[in-house]
């Protein structure tokens, strides 16, 4: 408890800081921009890149207890840079933010167990490293092994995961070659590569009790500069591991009005054969709505993605899956665990973001 009161206060501290600090106090850093020139090298660019202004690694899957009960599971860092003078030396200089959020669904539960993290990097507490995937923030951390196995330790208010997720195929470079737009000029992109089908094992404790847990995840990573278009709010995107081996993912940018502003898909069968979807053959259609009792915010919970001709009918584990990380990122988000159909029948399991539903996305 003495650890997340001083982290919050150190959080609080750092916002009072960056508030105070005047514009003219050191030139503003330039931050790269993304271009569909850069070849993704992997496992080089698994690490991180300080150089640009925002940066994710990403984590959901399906785990299943013991006697075969399902749960969801998330954790998510962020590295943010900041305005602050790269060419300051001291050690306090908050030029890169550490965040992390954790998620557990369970419908025994009926709502959403989560817990968040934000600190400066620095002083081995917070840090994400370059040339291969080491991000950690206090006890939570997300460490790449040689062999490619992700190991992931996150002691969180009311659980703690213990996982290993293992590649059972190659990383799947989105867009083009890695370099996935976002809207509808060029500068709108990111470099985003995903690992589906990872082989999970490990433990979930909770109030103290340790169990045995086996299932599948996804994991994505991602960075840029410039994102979204000025008239978007937020996104609605899917990432499944399809029962066949196959692997599916998603998303569609909307703007105010709820209308499409960008959309891609892409399909990676068993066999490795990709099939890309344009932004005009991709579409979210909402098929059910839920209200939040914290927020008011309501979210299209189930919903059916059409990727050309193909519709993918998408069913929550549970309903409230919202995740309320405004003392962090500032934002309120829904991001759950969802049954992936297929004409009438379960074709997978994966994991649904919404953004952007209560207040819009700043990036």
Not at 169 to 196: F, M, V
Request: charged share 20%; aromatic share 12%.
């Amino acid at each position: 408890m003495l650890q997340r009161i001083f982290t919050w206060l150190a959080g609080c501290f750092l916002c009072a800081i960056l508030a105070w600090a005047p514009p003219s106090f050191a030139a503003a850093p330039e931050f790269v921009q993304v271009t569909p020139e850069k070849t993704l090298a992997l496992p080089q660019d698994t690490g991180a890149h300080p150089d640009f202004r925002t940066e994710w690694w990403y984590a959901t899957g399906w785990l299943a207890l013991p006697d075969g009960k399902p749960l969801g599971f998330q954790i998510t860092f962020f590295r943010s840079a900041t305005e602050h003078d790269r060419a300051n030396p001291s050690a306090f200089a908050p030029s890169q933010l550490i965040i992390a959020h954790a998620a557990l669904s369970d419908p025994s539960l009926g709502k959403l167990l989560h817990d968040q993290k934000s600190a400066r990097a620095g002083f081995g507490l917070a840090y994400a490293k370059e040339g291969n995937t080491d991000v950690a923030l206090d006890d939570w951390r997300l460490l790449r092994q040689a062999d490619g196995r992700y190991l992931v330790s996150v002691a969180a208010r009311d659980f703690t995961l213990e996982l290993s997720l293992a590649p059972t195929q190659p990383p799947l470079l989105q867009g083009d070659g890695g370099y996935s737009r976002k809207g509808p000029q060029a500068t709108q992109a990111s470099y985003y590569y995903s690992e589906p089908q990872l082989q999970v094992s490990g433990k979930v404790s909770r109030a103290g009790q340790a169990q045995a847990v086996s299932g599948s995840a996804w994991l994505d990573h991602e960075w840029s500069t410039s994102v979204l278009a000025a008239d978007a709010v937020g996104w609605d995107w899917l990432g499944a591991n399809l029962d066949d081996g196959s692997a599916l993912m998603g998303f569609q940018i909307r703007n105010r009005s709820g209308d499409k502003v960008w959309a891609h898909a892409v399909l990676r069968d068993a066999h490795g054969q990709v099939t890309q979807y344009g932004p005009e053959q991709v579409s979210f259609v909402p098929q059910r709505s839920w209200r939040s009792p914290r927020t008011d915010a309501s979210y299209p919970v189930q919903a059916v993605l059409h990727t050309g001709a193909i519709a993918w009918s998408l069913l929550p584990l549970q309903d409230d899956q919202e995740l309320d990380s405004r003392l962090s990122t500032g934002s309120v988000y829904w991001e759950g665990a969802v049954t992936v159909n297929r004409d009438g029948k379960r074709a997978g399991r994966g994991y649904l973001e919404l953004t952007g539903y209560l207040k819009a996305l700043k990036f």
